[in-house]
């Protein structure tokens, strides 16, 4: 079973650079046909793909973002990361990271919150 | 604005049938299978529904999906109290630049 477990500061200060830790276990990131995504979730509101680091190590960012984001791996560590840079109050949010397999998301990780605050 | 558009809110009452569209275009739905999820409150999303109509193994078959043209539907029949959540429609956007998308969810009351 592929578990999947987010990690990072739950407070960041405006302007500075959110960074979030995915470990997953029960499968690997460097497993082939497999995307490593992030999606984040604004209070009471619907969920935004943030982006993804394919098996390969190739990266595919929501254009919305403006180039703020970056996924990288450490896959000796069997982990993914995100680095948002330039944060404001908008990218308050719980930020899931997920598998993409195939056509969709199938297994997700219990999601952390993150405020964006002074 | 999300992509793919969702009622707000329905509701019905237990052991009643529930219908929730989604609608997209020729480049996401159209194009690309549409998979459901399933958020209770405070947690993660949930597969209900992936590649338009397949049940995940521990799904009960009264939750079912289709698609047609740039639109899905997810009915569940049968309804019970535990099946109050948040639902969402997702599938890829095929144009240059784009990625995974979703609905805005639909709020299931019972």
């Known amino acids: 079973q592929v578990q999947l477990l987010e990690s990072g500061p739950g407070l960041v200060k405006p302007s500075q650079t959110l960074s979030l830790t995915c470990t997953v276990s029960g499968g690997s990131v460097s497993s082939g046909g497999l995307y490593w995504s992030w999606i984040r979730q604004h209070p009471e509101k619907g969920l935004e793909w943030v982006g993804y680091i394919y098996y390969s190590g190739s990266t595919f960012y929501n254009p919305s973002l403006k180039s703020r984001a970056t996924i990288s791996r450490d896959t000796s560590k069997n982990q993914f990361s995100l680095n948002l840079r330039s944060v404001t109050a908008a990218d308050t949010a719980v930020y899931y990271c997920?598998?993409?397999?195939?056509?969709?998301?199938?297994?997700w990780g219990r999601g952390t919150l993150v405020t964006v605050s002074s | 604005q999300s992509v793919l558009t969702q009622p707000p809110s329905v509701s019905a009452a237990p052991g009643q049938k529930v219908t929730i569209s989604c609608s997209g275009s020729s480049s996401n739905i159209g194009e690309n299978y549409v998979w459901w999820y399933q958020q209770l409150p405070g947690a993660a999303p949930k597969v209900v529904i992936?590649?338009?109509?397949k049940r995940p193994s521990g799904i009960p078959d009264r939750f079912s999906g289709s698609k047609s043209g740039t639109s899905a539907t997810l009915v569940i029949i049968g309804l019970q109290t535990d099946d109050e959540a948040d639902y969402y429609c997702?599938?890829?956007?095929?144009?240059?630049?784009?990625?995974?998308?979703f609905g805005g969810g639909t709020k299931l009351t019972v």
């Open positions: 997702g599938t890829w956007e095929s144009r240059l630049s784009a990625g995974g998308v």
């Open positions: 992936y590649d338009n109509n």
């Open positions: 997920a598998r993409y397999f195939s056509s969709g998301f199938d297994y």
